[in-house]
């Protein structure tokens, strides 16, 4: 297959982590005969700062013309007073609006052999598999009116949460569908006794889960549901949730299982994906190559499965990121005091090294 990519490197140590996602996708064309396209493009502060845009106009055409995108990171410090609609969060914004992506995927799996690492007691994490699906066009972040009125000492702030009742049913059914390939099991998240959207969130969720007697339905208050999170994260399978709830749930998610660097995530829904590492840039770490690239080559993955659905090469890049975890490899934000610690790049070449080894014909295998 020919496979059209763009990439968008981003900010902070997200170039870092995207090489080594690039270096695991090229190894998996090479040894299952594809050939990656890989178009790279500026997002966010670079972009800003070479052109002042964050979503450069060429950077965007780029991204609707290919087979999907992968982005390492954007933001920092150093764009804070900047206006909002220049700030590098609000290029990502535009750039989700523009895919049209509103389905937001957040893996968020202990790993055998991390159990350590998570602030929780290994018995508590272990076996911990949660998808939180996010929905990622509505809500507070895009509901008009927005906007911040007054002089000083007497402004007066106003973000405005709005969902329609086709944007939840949209959302609902991508996650009952996800159950299905695995536990069956949807829990709802939302804020039922007090907002109105929430109300109309799980009226409209309970009568699409109507429509999947197969999978099992239940309902949480957003504070219940991060109490029971780290009381017993074990117990979720899908998590479904607004927009807001969502981008916090899954920052605590990733905690759970002991870094927010394991994680990947894919924006689907629209006609190209997006799928990018759920850290942020880190700038306080960038270019010294300790960050941690599993979450980007976690995100290759799901590049893979949702928008070229190559499933058997998802795995793959899976089953080695598992592989060399439990063979003791680790970055700093995962290893413990006296544990050798690999840079960003030696650990993308690990798992390159592990992607060719177990994509190798068994006869190739047992002569070797």
Known sequence: MRLNLTALPGDGVGPEVTDEALRVLETIAEVFGHQFNITRKPIGGAALLASKDPLPADTLQACLGSGAVLLGAVGGPAFDNFPSHLRPESGLLRLRRELGVFANLRPALCFAGLEDCS??????????????????????????????????????????????????????????????????????????????????????VTRAGQQYSDVKLSHMYVDAAAMALVARPADFDVVLTENMFGDILSDQAGAVVGSLGMLGSASIGGAVGLFEPVHGSAPDIAGQGIANPVGAILAAAMLLRYSFKLETEAVCVESAVGGMLAKGFRTKDLAKAGESVLSTSAMGQKVAEAVRERAKPAGQKAAS
């Open 119 to 204: 602030p929780l007691r290994a018995e508590v994490v272990r076996g911990t598999d949660v998808l939180i699906v996010r929905e990622l066009l509505g809500g507070i972040y895009f509901g008009e009116p927005r906007s911040t009125q007054g002089s000083p000492g007497n402004r007066v702030a106003i973000d405005t949460m709005r969902y329609s009742e086709a944007e939840i049913e949209r959302i609902a059914r991508v996650a009952f569908e996800l159950a299905r390939s695995r536990r069956r099991k949807v829990t709802s998240v939302d804020k039922a006794n007090v907002l109105d959207c929430s109300r109309l969130w799980r009226e409209v």
